[in-house]
């Protein structure tokens, strides 16, 4: 079956600190990845997605994500966290070719400590 | 970049009526919206895929009679949650695909159901 795990419900850090956040998935084939971001209240915000090419993506606000095909994982990134990160992010997978039905990950929020 | 609207942000009903939602394509047409719903502090679920022109394909188990998608032109698909309960209390995001591989998402709407 398909799906996307994402581990860890919270994460605190504090500012400034380095973040990873883990994602792993079970697919048939490479699907599409995508990692999304989440205010209170808000609709959803594109960090960064991979498609094919170079494993190491670059999104927004300072994000990156590594596919790692052996692991099945596409984790998120970034190597000094600001308190405006605080929030819940979304790991997603999709067919390739199309973003029609994707599937997210349960959310892991980010608290950041002063 | 893309954008898309929901209206309203929040809305508080009485049980046995029935509230409205639209989603909106701001400078972009699309063919295709999606509708998801989203529990407190979990991930969202495709409730149904919303198509130009034509009826909606509805995820299973999502009672396609309670839950009225209409999506009659390239910029607005409306989301009709009818009778609802407080059960149906919820955050509801619609997203709209920009190309084959990338949806944007709206802010969502808050539904309270007392």
């Known amino acids: 079956a398909q799906s996307v795990t994402q581990p860890d419900i919270h994460i605190t850090v504090s500012e400034g600190a380095s973040l990873e956040l883990r994602c792993n998935y079970s697919y048939g084939a490479t699907p599409y990845l995508f990692w999304y971001v989440q205010s209170p209240g808000q609709g959803l915000q594109l960090l960064l997605k991979y498609f094919s090419g170079d494993t190491l993506v670059q999104g927004i606000k300072g994000f990156e994500a590594e596919f790692k095909r052996s692991q099945s994982s596409f984790n998120l990134r970034k190597p000094s966290v600001h308190w405006s990160d605080a929030a819940e992010y979304f790991c997603?997978?999709?067919?390739?070719?199309?973003?029609?039905?994707?599937?997210f990950g349960s959310g892991t929020r980010l608290l950041v400590r002063p | 970049g893309a954008v898309v609207s929901q209206h309203p942000s929040w809305v508080i009903c009485k049980s046995g009526t029935s509230v409205k939602i639209e989603c909106r394509s701001l400078?972009?047409?699309?063919?295709?919206m999606f509708w998801y719903r989203q529990f407190p502090k979990q991930s969202l679920m495709l409730m149904a895929t919303s198509n130009e022109g034509s009826k909606a394909t509805y995820e299973q188990g999502v009672e396609k009679d309670k839950f009225l998608i209409n999506h009659a032109s390239l910029t607005l698909s409306t989301l009709t949650v009818t009778s609802a309960h407080p059960e149906d209390s919820s955050f509801y995001i619609c997203s709209a695909r920009v190309r084959l591989e990338e949806q944007f998402f709206g802010p969502g709407t808050r539904l309270t159901v007392l």
């Open positions: 400078d972009f047409q699309a063919t295709t």
């Open positions: 997603a997978v999709g067919p390739r070719g199309s973003s029609y039905k994707l599937i």
